[in-house]
């Protein structure tokens, strides 16, 4: 069974850091790509930042410069470091990866709340 286990979630102030963990059980050989992902209350989930097997990245454009996206492929997991964080990023970050065989994976997602 595939497992995406998210860590690093919780709450800080605006201004401050905090670094997103995703550990996958899904071969490093069978990954097309790893992002973030984040859905406020009330909004639709958009993409965050992602990375993929070749370690081309995307970031949105509220939090280019901000955040980075990083991956180790020997543990199989994925980060998303976040500095300079508002109040407007506070949502629920999910792990999602995509495999070469079209098959996407979600993580259960970690709260992050920035207070002003």
């Known amino acids: 069974q595939v497992q995406l286990v998210e860590s690093g979630g919780g709450s800080v102030q605006a201004g401050g850091s905090l670094r997103l963990s995703c550990a996958t059980s899904?071969?490093?050989?069978?990954?097309?790509?790893m992002g973030w992902y984040r859905q406020a209350p009330g909004k639709q989930r958009e993409l965050v930042a992602a990375?993929?097997?070749?370690?081309?990245?995307t970031y949105a454009d509220s939090v280019k410069g901000r955040f980075t996206i990083s991956r180790d492929n020997a543990e199989n997991t994925v980060y998303l470091q976040m500095n300079s964080l508002k109040p407007e990023d506070t949502a629920v970050y999910y792990c999602r990866i995509s495999t070469i065989w079209a098959t996407d994976y979600w993580g259960q997602g970690t709260q992050v709340t920035v207070s002003s």
């Open positions: 990375i993929t097997s070749g370690g081309s990245t």
């Open positions: 899904v071969s490093i050989f069978s990954i097309k790509t």
